[in-house]
């Protein structure tokens, strides 16, 4: 988000990208999904919400990697206020997301296409 701080001096080459594929990754997901997010970060890791009534009931479909998107999604339908902070952050320089791990990228991109079509499919249904 503008204002936020990147914390360290120094960043190395996968830093950079880890940065890069994350912002193309947010900047995706809000354009397919249509979603109004100030900063514009949907993986930023920390998330701070008021339980819905029902929240222990919603199944998601994420398990590893976009929990955050469809958290998300879930307030955007409700019509609930969704709003980012300015930060001071980090980014890793080591990960267990591996950026040319073909396996990985592919699991990584499944689990996004899904998330995004229930809900695409889900905001339709609402339209009609």
Do not use: C, H, W
């Amino acid at each position: 988000m503008k204002g936020s701080n990147l914390e360290q001096k120094k960043i190395n080459i996968y830093q950079i990208l880890r940065f890069i594929i994350g912002s193309i990754i947010a900047f995706l997901n809000l354009k397919i999904l249509n979603l109004k997010v100030t900063g514009g970060d949907t993986q930023a890791g920390l998330k701070g919400f008021k339980k819905i009534k029902n929240f222990n009931k919603l199944r998601f479909i994420s398990k590893k990697f976009f929990f955050d998107l469809e958290l998300i999604l879930v307030y955007s339908q409700k019509k609930m206020k969704i709003q980012s902070i300015k930060t001071n952050y980090s980014i890793p320089n080591k990960s267990s997301i591996k950026i040319f791990n073909f396996f990985k990228n592919f699991e990584i991109l499944k689990e996004l296409f899904q998330v995004i079509n229930k809900y695409k499919k889900i905001n339709s249904s609402l339209e009609e």
